[in-house]
């Protein structure tokens, strides 16, 4: 079961991420406003400040789209 107060704290926790960096929810908005479909791929690259980079990729299956719905849904119905 979901503790209630953890999720007004993590919340609380996105909604000051959100306004230090308001590019991500954007982002992330436009990339759920189309349907993710078996053969997406998703890249995420990460730069730390001495110019090192760790980069990785996941082309999306049917389990993975399953899964990512279910969160989508976990997110709505928490929020709500």
Not at 31 to 58: C, F, H, K, W
Request: aromatic share 6%.
């Amino acid at each position: 079961m979901v503790n209630p107060a953890m999720i007004f704290r993590i919340k609380s926790m996105w909604d000051e991420f959100s306004r230090n960096h308001p590019k991500l929810p954007r982002f992330l908005q436009a990339a759920t406003s189309r349907p993710m479909e078996e053969g997406t791929i998703i890249e995420l690259i990460i730069r730390y400040p001495d110019g090192q980079e760790l980069a990785s990729n996941v082309k999306l299956t049917a389990s993975d789209i399953a899964l990512i719905d279910q969160l989508k849904e976990l997110g709505t119905n928490s929020m709500q």
